[in-house]
């Protein structure tokens, strides 16, 4: 079992609806979790972090985390083409032990 | 404030060569990470090192892999004899505390 699990999509969203997201993690004693974009050829580019459970809002972008269910999710709001990328997921165990999902690819369709 | 550098952005070698990729980690960051990505095996973890001494290097993939980071500003991954297996897109990324990792823009490493 991979300790962070996303499905890997595509992902096929209209321009303007909302964006779902979503990645399991098996360690309960995992502390902070990280959602990265990385656009085709490009290296990751960090762009929420998430410590505590509820919901965190930057932008068109709100991370959710749910403890119990060892759950966080990403959604972005009036999706655009330039959204279109693979979004990597990441757990931060011990403060040492940094584990990446496999990434869900999305696509925005105009 | 400058990212994460990293030199070369390519590199085209032939199988059998030495090959050097070189990282800046941010200012004042003390943790530095050696990724590589491929398509089949997605993004693993190389090495780390904390305030310049490698933790763990469990994900170098055979002795022909080895890392140093002489100082807080500079990293080298050298590849000793180089393989066609071995390309990729290398990644250096830098953290502060073993929190959030940056990532530089990668080396684009092909090994004929």
């Known amino acids: 079992q991979k300790e962070v699990e996303q499905n890997s999509g595509p992902l096929s969203v209209p321009e303007g609806a909302i964006a779902s997201l979503n990645c399991t993690y098996s360690d309960r004693g995992s502390q902070s979790f990280f959602w990265y974009r990385q656009y085709s050829g490009k290296s990751p580019e960090l762009i929420m972090s998430i410590y505590s459970n509820g919901d965190k809002e930057d932008g068109r972008f709100t991370a959710q985390l749910n403890k119990a269910s060892q759950y966080v999710s990403l959604l972005i709001r009036d999706s655009q083409p330039s959204d279109s990328a693979t979004y990597l997921c990441?757990?931060?165990?011990?403060?040492?032990?940094?584990?990446f999902g496999s990434g869900t690819k999305l696509n925005v369709k105009p | 404030d400058a990212g994460v550098i990293q030199s070369p952005r390519h590199e085209v070698t032939e199988m059998g060569q030495e090959v050097t990729l070189r990282c800046k980690p941010i200012?004042?960051?003390?943790?530095l990470f050696w990724y590589r990505q491929t398509m089949m095996r997605g993004l693993e973890l190389l090495i780390y090192?904390?305030?310049?001494?490698?933790?763990?290097d469990s994900g170098m993939p055979e002795d022909r892999f080895s890392a140093k980071m002489p100082n807080a500003s500079f990293s080298t991954l050298k590849i000793q004899p180089s393989e066609p297996r071995d390309s990729a897109v290398y990644f250096c990324?830098?953290?502060?505390?073993?929190?959030?990792?940056?990532f530089g823009p990668g080396t684009r490493l092909t090994v004929t």
């Open positions: 090192f904390n305030n310049n001494v490698p933790i763990d």
């Open positions: 200012s004042g960051h003390n943790s």
């Open positions: 990441a757990a931060l165990y011990n403060f040492n032990k940094f584990y």
């Open positions: 990324a830098s953290s502060f505390e073993g929190a959030a990792r940056y």
